[in-house]
């Protein structure tokens, strides 16, 4: 059984989706389609950069779905069906598009409104946030309860990795209480804002009117949400959900168990890089499981190869 995983903000690189652009049409529809509905260079930014301009938060969102989905547009042309499709974070938006819940150009549309908010929120409401690898989940969590100050756990990445997510202040203190009690690596990471905590509740206000301004079908294939980590076709849960994705942890390690009780046993990460591949490879040890990544067409010409042997 196959799932098609898509990533988000962090798997970004200058040159991403250029290659795919020369070799398919149907990639090009999508960075066209892209382009269109944003009215940004986006072609250009992913191609070109410079990084800088790459990852302002605005430009990022609608830049990395456009990879994304034009991955998943060759796959699809191939006649490839997983059981299901996740995303984190902002990848989520690929995965509800691919399954058909909402429109190409909706998507975008949504991913460029998401991007202002969330990069205005972190202007209104500045915050941080900081990677945690080596330290339990549970531990962090109670280092959070003795913080003062507004900070949470934002997304619980692996058995060994989360993210947290809050005010300045008060996730400074948690990152050093966490390096002192035994975390191998704490990490400050180059994002705008405290995603996926309540500092980002006035951009999910704005966000959720938006979204019921939007068409939502029926998934063709399940969706695994990141706020429930269950899988979804109903458009009114998936509505509901994508209101509260802003504020609330991305759930990557029981999504990907989820997915893996279900039966899957091949993830195929549909996008650049393999950020998602390793925190796979980190959280089912099932020595059985096969995880592929493509982006350019070489990569998606090694998946054919490995899919036609599994």
Same mark, same amino acid.
């Given at each position: 059984?196959?799932?098609?995983?898509?990533?988000?903000?962090?798997?970004?690189?200058?040159?991403?989706?250029?290659?795919?652009?020369?070799?398919?049409?149907?990639?090009?529809?999508?960075?066209?389609?892209?382009?269109?509905?944003?009215?940004?260079?986006?072609?250009?930014?992913?191609? &070109?950069?410079? @990084?800088?301009?790459?990852?302002?938060? !605005?430009?990022?969102?609608? #830049?990395?779905?456009? %990879?994304? $989905? =034009? *991955?998943?547009?060759?796959?699809?042309?191939?006649?490839?069906?997983?059981?299901?499709?996740?995303?984190?974070?902002?990848?989520?938006?690929?995965?509800?598009?691919?399954?058909?819940?909402?429109?190409?150009?909706?998507?975008?549309?949504?991913?460029?409104?998401?991007?202002?908010?969330?990069?205005?929120?972190?202007?209104?409401?500045?915050?941080?946030?900081?990677?945690?690898?080596?330290?339990?989940?549970?531990?962090?969590?109670?280092?959070?309860?003795?913080?003062?100050?507004?900070?949470?756990?934002?997304?619980?990445?692996?058995?060994?990795?989360?993210?947290?997510?809050?005010? &300045?202040?008060? @996730?400074?203190?948690?990152?050093?209480? !966490?390096?002192?009690?035994? #975390?191998?690596?704490? %990490?400050? $990471? =180059? *994002?705008?804002?405290?995603?996926?905590?309540?500092?980002?509740?006035?951009?999910?206000?704005?966000?959720?009117?938006?979204?019921?301004?939007?068409?939502?079908?029926?998934?063709?294939?399940?969706?695994?949400?990141?706020?429930?980590?269950?899988?979804?076709?109903?458009?009114?849960?998936?509505?509901?959900?994508?209101?509260?994705?802003?504020?609330?942890?991305?759930?990557?390690?029981?999504?990907?168990?989820?997915?893996?009780?279900?039966?899957?046993?091949?993830?195929?990460?549909?996008?650049?890089?393999?950020?998602?591949?390793?925190?796979?490879?980190?959280?089912?040890?099932?020595? &059985?499981?096969?995880?592929?990544?493509?982006?350019?067409?070489?990569?998606?010409?090694?998946?054919?190869?490995?899919?036609?042997? =599994?």
């Amino acid at each position: 059984m196959l799932a098609i995983v898509f990533p988000g903000q962090g798997s970004q690189y200058v040159g991403m989706g250029k290659a795919l652009w020369e070799a398919f049409p149907e990639a090009r529809e999508v960075f066209e389609a892209a382009e269109r509905v944003t009215g940004l260079p986006v072609r250009e930014l992913c191609f &070109e950069g410079p @990084a800088e301009a790459l990852t302002a938060t !605005a430009n990022l969102q609608p #830049a990395l779905t456009a %990879v994304n $989905l =034009a *991955v998943w547009r060759v796959l699809a042309g191939k006649g490839l069906r997983p059981a299901f499709f996740a995303g984190h974070s902002l990848g989520e938006f690929s995965a509800l598009c691919a399954a058909g819940v909402i429109s190409l150009e909706d998507t975008f549309r949504l991913v460029k409104l998401r991007g202002e908010l969330m990069a205005q929120a972190g202007e209104t409401a500045p915050g941080a946030m900081y990677a945690v690898i080596g330290l339990p989940r549970e531990k962090l969590e109670e280092i959070l309860k003795e913080v003062s100050g507004r900070v949470y756990l934002a997304n619980h990445n692996s058995p060994e990795q989360s993210v947290i997510s809050g005010e &300045e202040a008060a @996730a400074a203190e948690a990152a050093e209480r !966490a390096k002192a009690a035994g #975390a191998k690596r704490v %990490v400050r $990471l =180059a *994002v705008s804002g405290a995603f996926h905590s309540p500092l980002m509740e006035a951009a999910a206000r704005r966000f959720e009117a938006a979204l019921a301004e939007v068409p939502m079908a029926e998934a063709r294939i399940p969706v695994v949400l990141n706020v429930t980590a269950t899988a979804e076709t109903s458009p009114e849960k998936i509505r509901e959900a994508l209101s509260r994705q802003m504020l609330s942890p991305v759930r990557w390690v029981e999504s990907v168990l989820f997915m893996y009780r279900q039966g899957v046993r091949i993830f195929l990460e549909a996008g650049p890089k393999k950020v998602l591949s390793g925190l796979i490879k980190r959280t089912v040890s099932d020595p &059985e499981i096969t995880i592929l990544q493509a982006e350019t067409p070489e990569e998606l010409e090694a998946v054919w190869k490995k899919l036609g042997e =599994a």
